[in-house]
């Protein structure tokens, strides 16, 4: 009978007897670690193809597509042209199905949606916007003014974390007045201060969210407008987290 030797041995009874196996642990790691990357790219590939898919179909006007939604963390929505961002902004506009547009988290920034803005001007559907988070000062609120006024179907609107201050809050007061929107989110927006007139007030505004911001007692002045207005909707405010102080507990315990 042939002879086998103990180097020839197809079982390596070092390994099963708990030998050193850090070579083929490296190797499962290094494989898992492919996987996940692998796994992670093919994800990334989906979501572009799934954004890429929601566009044409806006384009188109099918009603499969009635959310919008991107966020900062999509590289692909970065590498977007001023002219895609128009261009997308036009086919919303035209699109009589979409309700609700998402593109929160770093997906926009002053001068990305002064060129959505020129394409989306008016719509009968969109009947929710989130641009949370997206660093948006003044500027980018006028830029949705031609919109704002003509959304008739505008529910909601979320400009949460963003730098609006003050001044942008007011320019959206003003804007919204005869707008069908009742639920506004500003919170941890820079805001100080209310300043507007009984006439400016929004007339089907039913919730406001100003929490996280700066408000002062001063700031609180101008807010009873919004509670002593004759006409005012206003059912639920929120306000934790500003510097509103006893004076102004009492100035809205007046109101």
């Not at 390994?15 to 492919?34: H, I, N, Q, T």
């Not at 704002?148 to 730098?163: F, M, P, R, Y």
């Not at 069908?180 to 039913?206: F, H, R």
């Not at 007692?217 to 929120?238: F, I, P």
């Amino acid at each position: 009978a042939a002879r086998m030797d103990s180097d020839s041995d197809p079982f390596d009874y070092g390994l099963l007897e708990g030998g050193d196996d850090s070579s083929s642990e490296a190797s499962l790691d290094e494989a898992e670690e492919e996987d996940d990357n692998s796994s992670s790219e093919a994800s990334v590939d989906n979501q572009e193809e799934d954004w890429l898919a929601d566009l044409q179909r806006i384009r188109e006007n099918n009603s499969i597509t009635s959310r919008i939604h991107g966020r900062g963390e999509h590289n692909f929505l970065h590498n977007m042209t001023d002219e895609e961002w128009e261009e997308l902004g036009r086919d919303m506009s035209n699109n009589t199905h979409l309700e609700d547009v998402h593109l929160d988290d770093g997906a926009l920034n002053d001068h990305k949606i002064s060129f959505l803005f020129r394409g989306l001007t008016k719509s009968n559907s969109i009947e929710d916007i989130n641009f949370c988070s997206n660093a948006l000062s003044v500027q980018g609120v006028r830029s949705m003014v031609p919109f704002l006024q003509n959304a008739n179907s505008l529910n909601k609107l979320t400009v949460s974390h963003n730098n609006l201050q003050s001044e942008g809050l007011n320019l959206l007061f003003r804007t919204l007045r005869n707008s069908p929107i009742e639920t506004l989110s500003c919170n941890n927006c820079g805001i100080e201060s209310i300043d507007i007139d009984i006439d400016s007030i929004p007339q089907n505004l039913k919730a406001l969210n100003l929490s996280g911001n700066r408000i002062s007692a001063d700031g609180y002045r101008g807010m009873v407008k919004l509670l002593q207005g004759e006409n005012s909707t206003l059912a639920t405010l929120r306000l934790n987290n500003n510097d509103i102080g006893d004076q102004g507990v009492e100035i809205l315990v007046d109101a």
